[in-house]
């Protein structure tokens, strides 16, 4: 199975810059997921990691350590759209290719 | 391109009564799934449809659940009867094939009184 965990809530400032951690426990790995989720609203692909390293993608960078079972993502240049859920989801290697999320982390961004 | 489609957008039923869910996934993509949300926590999935076929349905509740998709497109998750613990977010999402990156619908958010 998958044990997946990320903070709960963060709070930063408009113009900062937040990280969000993920550590992951898992069976098998076959590439981690980062989805951004506005309240009553779907979740959206942001980022996908499968080798170590760091992926950038405008104000928005995810990193992944598969030796330590760890990804954070990153958001620079905060705005206040950005005050959404963060979900952090590993897909598994038995063949299924099925994802297994986090809780989420809440990112609230103050003026 | 249109993404995934999802009817209704609420539902408000009594217990032990019948619901239904539809999804229409992004043209060509043929990988379905169906998810449950529950508030303050990710998706967790109950089936994965590969055309047709369902080739992943262990963590559906099959005494009150159900899911069919018929010719391999649109897709419907049916519970019967609905207890009050099913209240919750149902998204459907897709992807051109199970390796693909999946895309999600906006919900379902149903609630059961």
Known sequence: GQNIDQPTEMTATEGAIVQINCTYQTSGFNGLFWYQQHAGEAPTFLSYNVLDGLEEKGRFSSFLSRSKGYSYLLLKELQMKDSASYLCAVRGSNGDYKLSFGAGTTVTVRA | ?113
Do not use: M
């Open chain 2, 1 to 113: 391109e249109a993404g995934v489609v999802q009817s209704p957008r609420y539902k408000i039923i009594e217990k032990k009564q019948p619901v239904a869910f539809w999804c229409n996934p992004i043209s060509g993509h043929n990988t379905l799934y169906w998810y449950l949300q529950n508030l303050g926590q990710g998706p967790e999935l109950l089936i994965r449809y590969e055309n047709e076929e369902a080739v992943d349905d262990s963590q559906l509740p099959k005494d009150r659940f159900s899911a069919e998709r018929l010719k391999g497109v649109d897709s419907t998750l049916k519970i019967q009867p609905a207890e009050l613990g099913d209240s919750a977010v149902y998204l459907c999402a897709s992807s051109a094939s199970p390796k693909e990156t999946q895309y999600f619908g906006p919900g379902t958010r149903l609630l059961v009184l």
